[in-house]
């Protein structure tokens, strides 16, 4: 049994400020990676910025991470921090830009390399990472994964180089600001990695403990996610701290069958990564067997399998085209690795089940 996380994680109202100087502490040149809007919106980029000009630390903002981003968004990151002369990375947002910060970090450290470097097996030598999460489903700021869409093969999907961040500074305030359908999406990514985690191969007690409370945090607050009441400022910490702890839980046995399959149907039609990974939760937990799904489901505040169908299918129901469906089907029964996680026997008719309702006749 093994247990890792390198990461120093703040979760405080006003936590950005508050620790400004530890975030300074990273470097003498600040890279910041965010996206176009809400790292304005929601005040977290005037944060990072008001606590690098307190501290004299240089920065320079690339804010051109678009949803999903792409390794090419990456090199062209890569290259601004290093013309800027830029020694350590802040990433501002949601999974997207802390993502994408950690391969840029990883590309910055060894500029002779090209974009083949994050997808070949090695270790996670990179400048220093900081994450400032606005969203409460990745979990990014708290596990060394970084999924970047590749384009010339059609998929979102990890790099082969494990990257922790040095500091997560978690300011459940900043969810104030999310749109209820980001919210929404993001908690059910939260979710799903807790099952995805807790059902899985490499699952320990330490792992199923991280699943477990965040679970129960995120029971706590999902009648705000099913629209019941306006969320409060309990729920958005809960939320919060429900992600990072997923993260955690994550970062030791990675996900399984329902991110395997959600990257076909967020590459070809859109789906948000939160709705397509909820697409498949009550099948997955189906499949594994009422056994195994009774803990998650008691933690989360769900009677039974019907209940949580109640409460997901509202908010997760999808059109799928066929294409979509035969291509996740055959590229999960090739994923090696997702396949690997998985407790129990896979097969193609298994997962055209997954599809349930969802398909699209
Ligand atoms: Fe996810």
Same mark, same amino acid.
């Given at each position: 049994?093994?247990?890792?996380?390198?990461? =120093?994680?703040?979760?405080?109202?006003?936590? $950005?400020?508050?620790? !400004?100087?530890?975030?300074?502490?990273?470097?003498?040149?600040?890279?910041?990676?965010?996206?176009?809007?809400?790292?304005?919106?929601?005040?977290?980029?005037?944060?990072?910025?008001?606590?690098?000009?307190?501290?004299? /630390?240089?920065?320079?903002?690339?804010?051109?991470?678009?949803?999903?981003?792409?390794?090419?968004?990456?090199? =062209?990151? =890569?290259?601004?921090? #290093?013309?800027?002369?830029?020694? @350590?990375?802040?990433? /501002?947002?949601? !999974?997207?830009?802390?993502?994408?910060?950690?391969?840029?970090?990883? %590309?910055? =450290?060894?500029?002779?390399?090209?974009?083949? @470097?994050?997808?070949?097996?090695?270790?996670?030598?990179?400048?220093?990472?900081?994450?400032?999460?606005?969203?409460?489903?990745?979990?990014?700021?708290?596990?060394?994964?970084?999924?970047?869409?590749?384009?010339?093969?059609?998929?979102? *999907?990890? /790099?082969?180089?494990? $990257? @922790?961040?040095?500091?997560? #500074?978690?300011?459940?305030?900043?969810?104030? @600001?999310?749109?209820?359908?980001?919210?929404?999406?993001?908690?059910?990514?939260?979710?799903?990695?807790? $099952?995805?985690?807790?059902?899985?191969?490499?699952?320990?007690?330490?792992?199923?403990?991280?699943? #477990?409370?965040?679970?129960?945090?995120?029971?706590?607050?999902?009648?705000?996610?099913?629209?019941?009441?306006?969320?409060?400022? *309990?729920?958005?910490?809960?939320?919060?701290?429900?992600?990072? %702890?997923?993260?955690?839980? /994550?970062?030791?046995?990675?996900?399984?069958?329902?991110?395997?399959?959600?990257?076909?149907?967020?590459?070809?039609?859109?789906?948000?990564?939160?709705?397509?990974?909820? $697409?498949?939760?009550?099948?997955?937990?189906?499949?594994?067997?009422?056994?195994?799904?009774?803990?998650?489901?008691?933690?989360?505040?769900?009677?039974?399998?019907?209940?949580?169908?109640?409460?997901?299918?509202?908010?997760?129901?999808?059109?799928?085209?066929?294409?979509?469906?035969?291509?996740?089907?055959?590229?999960?029964?090739?994923?090696?690795?997702?396949?690997?996680?998985?407790?129990?026997?896979?097969?193609?008719? %298994?997962?055209?089940?997954?599809?349930?309702?969802?398909?699209?006749?």
């Amino acid at each position: 049994m093994y247990f890792y996380i390198p990461t =120093k994680i703040y979760q405080q109202d006003g936590c $950005v400020r508050a620790h !400004g100087q530890e975030l300074a502490a990273l470097g003498s040149r600040a890279l910041i990676v965010t996206g176009k809007h809400s790292s304005r919106k929601n005040g977290s980029l005037s944060d990072v910025v008001s606590a690098l000009e307190a501290h004299g /630390i240089p920065f320079l903002i690339f804010d051109d991470i678009e949803e999903n981003p792409s390794v090419e968004t990456v090199i =062209k990151a =890569k290259e601004a921090g #290093l013309s800027f002369g830029a020694d @350590f990375v802040i990433g /501002i947002g949601g !999974g997207s830009p802390m993502d994408a910060s950690k391969s840029i970090a990883l %590309l910055m =450290k060894h500029p002779e390399e090209t974009a083949d @470097f994050l997808y070949a097996r090695g270790d996670g030598d990179s400048l220093p990472v900081a994450a400032v999460p606005t969203t409460c489903g990745t979990g990014s700021e708290a596990t060394p994964w970084s999924i970047l869409t590749r384009h010339e093969l059609k998929i979102k *999907q990890g /790099i082969a180089r494990p $990257v @922790f961040p040095s500091l997560a #500074l978690c300011d459940p305030g900043y969810l104030a @600001f999310a749109p209820h359908s980001v919210l929404v999406s993001t908690a059910i990514d939260a979710f799903s990695h807790c $099952v995805e985690s807790y059902i899985n191969a490499n699952a320990t007690p330490y792992s199923r403990m991280l699943c #477990l409370q965040s679970l129960r945090l995120w029971g706590e607050a999902k009648g705000a996610l099913a629209g019941n009441r306006a969320p409060s400022p *309990q729920d958005f910490s809960n939320l919060m701290c429900a992600s990072t %702890l997923a993260g955690m839980a /994550i970062s030791h046995t990675s996900t399984s069958l329902p991110h395997g399959l959600s990257y076909y149907l967020t590459y070809d039609d859109s789906i948000p990564h939160g709705l397509a990974v909820g $697409v498949f939760q009550v099948p997955y937990l189906a499949a594994a067997g009422s056994q195994a799904a009774a803990p998650l489901l008691t933690a989360a505040g769900f009677a039974d399998l019907g209940a949580l169908a109640a409460f997901l299918t509202p908010l997760t129901k999808q059109d799928i085209p066929q294409a979509t469906r035969e291509r996740a089907i055959r590229g999960m029964m090739g994923n090696e690795s997702k396949l690997k996680n998985c407790p129990f026997a896979v097969s193609e008719k %298994l997962l055209e089940g997954f599809f349930g309702e969802n398909e699209t006749l």
